[in-house]
């Protein structure tokens, strides 16, 4: 039981490239999240997919799109790269909304 | 403007001192969580509180939920070294669609 898992784990892009973060989950659960940190400003919801076949924007969408290609598998997009994206991703997921929710282990990234 | 606002925002704690972390919101929620983020490390759930008065406890740290007044605390007694982390809450604001509001997190040190 791997929990939520995320990759790739660190990345490097220039301004204007374009990348896929990867997000599974194993435990069955029905609600998927996506969150960026970074210093000093806790954690902002990007998206979020309550279930399967949802998704809905959070605090901070823009630049950013996601697809819930499946149950287990939750990707966050970003088309066209800025410096100000440069942040660490965390992939979270939740049996139901009302649960706590169990995070990934981050991706890192950094845009120059 | 939705608000969680935690103090302090650090702590340098003694061992075996005990303390308090406090979590304000600004909007009427019944559900607010704990999590603890280790250096580098991903988020672990600590505590799940879903109605006013909730009390719960682990170990050396008890949270509590007031909703009349908007306000959590978590209560750190006798800490040890091996509570030093970053301690977020989270408030979901709006039952349903889950705009979920990380505070900014109160990194604590607990000192030999």
Sequence with gaps: ???????????????????????????????????????????????????????DKGEVPNGYNVSRLN?????????????SQTSVYFCASSPTPDYEQYFGPGTRLTVT | ELKVEQNPLFLSMQEGKNYTIYCNYSTTSDRLYWYRQDPGKSLESLFVLLSNGAVKQEG???????????????HITAAVHDLSATYFCAVDFTSGTYKYIFGTGTRLKVLA
């Design chain 2, 60 to 74: 050396r740290l008890m949270a509590s939920l007031d909703t009349k007044a908007r306000l959590s605390t978590l």
């Design chain 1, 1 to 55: 039981n791997a929990g939520v898992t995320q990759t790739p784990k660190f990345q490097v892009l220039k301004t204007g490239q374009s990348m896929t973060l990867q997000c599974a989950q194993d435990m069955n659960h029905n609600s998927m999240y996506w969150y960026r940190q970074d210093p000093g400003m806790g954690l902002r919801l990007i998206y979020y997919s309550a279930s399967e076949g949802t998704t």
């Design chain 1, 71 to 83: 149950k287990r598998e939750f990707s966050l997009r970003l088309e066209s790269a800025a410096p």
